[in-house]
């Protein structure tokens, strides 16, 4: 896969999420302007969350179906759509349909990713993996910067016009830039991939991947969800726009993992896991100092986006190498317990702050940092299913052996660039 195509699918994932967390920074003016009274704004945000959920249970297992390129273009103009309505939306209720069909079709993420690791060749999946979720942190963490620039201008409507312009954009150029996958076996049945999705659960190498993904999410979700309230408080009092800007850091740190997808190609997923959760916990150290210190602040949140990123991409790598015939069920499914941590850490890190302060928020962000280590540690003394990781770095040089043995014979896809 060359450079452009990468960033091109970077570029889809990181607009794609944007459309969930755009609504953050505007909640205060567009629950105004639609109506919505402050104690139910939440749900503003929260809509888009439950049709995420709702998609990647229903709609991501259609890339082991169906062609994924299609289907990523068909997602990104139905979510188009969605915002479409958001923004020309006149009642709450139009808002609402609108942001639950953009969150919805937002696992178009999802399809991306599985899209990126099934047209790689093995010993580079890690590699491509890492750059296109690169593009969901962008995403996530940009939007906050962007989301309120947009609306201070405009006005938050232009925020989803803007987004809607870029998802159908971006559908036309992955209809004509990008190739069609070639599937070896044929795919099988939509209603036999989703029942096949609850033996999943039973998978050691899936459970204990999610069940890290789900604290290492809630404890990302206790510090951006969290951050606003003590920056807006004294000593402080930062302005919305001024907090936003936070988010550059947390960019900063996640770029700064790309390489985790190339550690784990070289069959590191397993040792570099555990390294970034201990750093996870580490950075929780400096977050910790926010009352007296903003540079603190700022290495602490370079750090701690830093391990997240290179956890997530090692999990996606070592999941899509044990099932390389059904990337999308396992990634859909993965993501679920994304999405439940997010959510766990955004619902307690309030509840935490109100009642103890940051130093709640920090010790409750660290607890869900040392549970997910614990989980990693566990796993590595129990015995491993025959698909599991020990053959990691084996499994890497047979794959970069059969990819050598392909070139001779003729390459079937472009020659992986380093980005």
């Known amino acids: 896969m060359n450079v452009w195509r990468r960033l091109l699918l970077a570029v889809v994932c990181g607009v794609a999420v944007a459309s969930i967390y755009a609504a953050q920074p505007v909640l205060e003016p567009m629950g105004r302007d639609l109506g919505v009274s402050a104690e139910l704004a939440g749900w503003i945000v929260a809509t888009g969350q ?14 082991d179906v169906v062609d994924r390129r299609r289907l990523i273009a068909a997602h990104l103009a139905i979510s188009a759509v969605g915002m479409i309505l958001t923004a020309s939306a006149s009642a709450a209720w139009v808002a609402f349909v609108g942001l639950a069909t953009a969150g919805v079709f937002a ?7 599985a899209y990126a690791a099934s047209v790689s060749p093995p010993a580079e999946r890690g590699r491509n993996i890492g750059v296109v979720t690169s593009g969901v942190v962008v995403g996530i963490l940009g939007a906050r910067v962007v989301t309120g ?14 987004l809607a312009v870029l998802t159908l954009g971006l559908a036309a150029l992955v209809l004509v830039l990008l190739p ?9 049945g939509y209603r036999q991939v989703v029942v096949s999705l609850g033996g999943l659960f039973g998978q050691r190498i899936f459970l204990t991947r999610g069940l890290i993904a789900f604290f290492l999410f809630a404890s990302f979700g206790t510090l951006w969800s969290g951050l606003s309230l003590p920056l807006a408080d004294t000593p402080w009092q930062l302005s919305e726009s001024q907090i936003g800007l936070f988010g ?26 555990g390294l970034a959760l201990t750093l996870l916990i580490l950075s929780w150290a400096a977050i910790a100092q926010l009352p007296s210190s903003l540079w603190i602040l700022i290495a602490g949140i370079v750090l701690l986006d830093f391990a997240v990123q290179v956890v997530h991409v090692s999990n996606q790598h070592s999941l899509t190498a044990a099932h390389p015939d ?10 679920v317990f994304y999405s439940l941590g997010s959510a766990l850490g955004a619902a307690a890190t309030t509840a935490i702050f109100t009642a103890h302060g940051w130093v709640g928020s920090s010790l409750l962000g660290t607890g869900f940092a040392a549970c997910a280590l614990i989980v990693w540690a566990t796993n590595r003394r129990l015995p491993r299913d025959g698909a599991d990781l020990p053959s990691e770095r084996a ?25």
Do not use: K
Not at 151 to 158: E, F, H, K, Y
């Open 50 to 63: 439950f049709g995420y959920l709702a998609g990647l249970l229903l709609l991501v297992p259609l890339g």
């Open 107 to 113: 696992v178009v993420v999802q399809t991306t990713v």
């Open 149 to 162: 620039t947009l609306a201070d201008v405009w006005g938050w409507r232009s925020v989803y016009a803007v």
């Open 180 to 188: 069609s996958e070639e599937r070896p076996n044929p795919p099988v």
């Open 248 to 273: 550059i850091a947390g960019l900063a740190g996640a770029l700064g993992a790309a390489r985790a997808g190339r550690w784990a190609d070289e069959g590191r997923a397993v040792p570099v896991t």
């Open 326 to 335: 059904r990337v999308s069920s396992v990634i859909g499914s993965y993501m």
């Open 395 to 419: 499994a890497t040089h047979q794959a970069r052996e059969e990819t050598q043995g392909a070139d001779q014979a003729g390459p079937v896809m472009d020659t992986p660039n380093v980005l």
